[in-house]
């Protein structure tokens, strides 16, 4: 019996096993990709980038809160696209600031600034002109390497008030 015991406490801190110091590192690694993946997804809203849908789940979800139209709402992959392109449109000089992220199990948090000049039509209001910013959080979840869903809150009142759509 005794050999057990030390063949167990052998094998508990032996190279390449469950209890090495290796795994917090190989965790942290994953952790990186992902806080990665999750700022190339909101740099996608940055004037002249180009959608690179491969990083998300074809199953993907995006919970708009609020959405731009009004109302709170879940999209798929398509629908998201393309209200990333129609701020293109609206928002061609848009720039994304990073300002804090966080990642534990398979959330990544962003917490963002977007700034940009108004120079087409954006949710029935004609081209401004005005440089605006505003700020939101993401929190996505992971699945496989992937991005499967994504719940974004921002801050809708600041944006619109700035582009006179409220007063």
């Not at 959405?67 to 879940?74: E, L, P, Q, S």
């Not at 534990?104 to 977007?114: I, L, N, P």
């Not at 000049?117 to 993401?138: C, D, M, N, V």
Request: hydrophobic share 45%; charged share 20%; net charge negative.
């Amino acid at each position: 019996m005794r050999w057990i015991s030390v063949l167990a406490v052998c094998l508990l801190f032996s190279p390449g096993n469950a209890g090495d110091s290796t795994e917090p590192e190989a965790t942290t690694m994953a952790l990186d990709a992902e806080k990665e993946l999750s700022r190339r997804a909101l740099a996608m809203w940055a004037g002249g980038a180009s959608l690179d849908t491969t990083i998300f789940a074809p199953d993907y979800v995006n919970h708009q809160e609020p959405a731009a139209d009004g109302g709170v709402r879940a999209i798929d992959l398509a629908a998201w696209a393309a209200i990333v392109e129609a701020n293109h449109r609206a928002f061609p000089d848009l720039s994304v600031e990073f300002l804090s992220q966080v990642a534990e199990g398979d959330r990544v948090a962003t917490h963002w600034r977007f700034s940009a000049t108004q120079t087409g039509a954006y949710e029935g209001l004609a081209a401004t002109g005005k440089t605006i910013s505003w700020t939101g959080i993401q929190i996505d979840r992971f699945a496989n390497g992937r991005i499967a869903e994504s719940w974004v809150v921002w801050d809708k009142y600041s944006q619109f008030e700035a582009l006179g759509l409220v007063k």
